[in-house]
């Protein structure tokens, strides 16, 4: 059984940081294709940063430049760091995993940047 759990959100202030992580268990992170989406209130998810099985990385034009994703087989956790924050980056992040014929989700952690 599929597990992604998230944690590391909190309230920070504009400019600061945060580091996400997506802990997995009853699959391999190092396998397939990982992603960091958000959704704020009354707006879309949408997909912020993901990495494939081969290392190739994606980033949302939003965030390029300032977030960056990361994958430690060892640990079978995906993260995502966060520099520079903005009061539009305010939303619930979850953690996705793609194995091809579905995707798994986490519960969300809510990541809340004050200005």
């Known amino acids: 059984q599929v597990q992604l759990v998230e944690s590391g959100g909190g309230l920070v202030q504009a400019g600061e940081s945060l580091r996400l992580s997506c802990a997995a268990s009853g699959t391999a992170v190092r396998l397939h294709t990982m992603g960091w989406y958000r959704q704020a209130p009354g707006a879309q998810r949408e997909c912020v940063a993901r990495?494939?099985?081969?290392?190739?990385?994606y980033y949302a034009d939003s965030v390029k430049g300032r977030f960056t994703i990361s994958r430690d087989n060892a640990k079978n956790t995906v993260y995502l760091q966060m520099n520079s924050l903005k009061p539009e980056d305010t939303a619930v992040y979850y953690c996705?995993?793609?194995?091809?014929?579905?995707?798994?989700w986490g519960q969300g952690t809510q990541v809340t940047v004050s200005s």
């Open positions: 990495i494939t099985s081969g290392g190739s990385t």
């Open positions: 996705s995993e793609d194995v091809g014929w579905r995707d798994y």
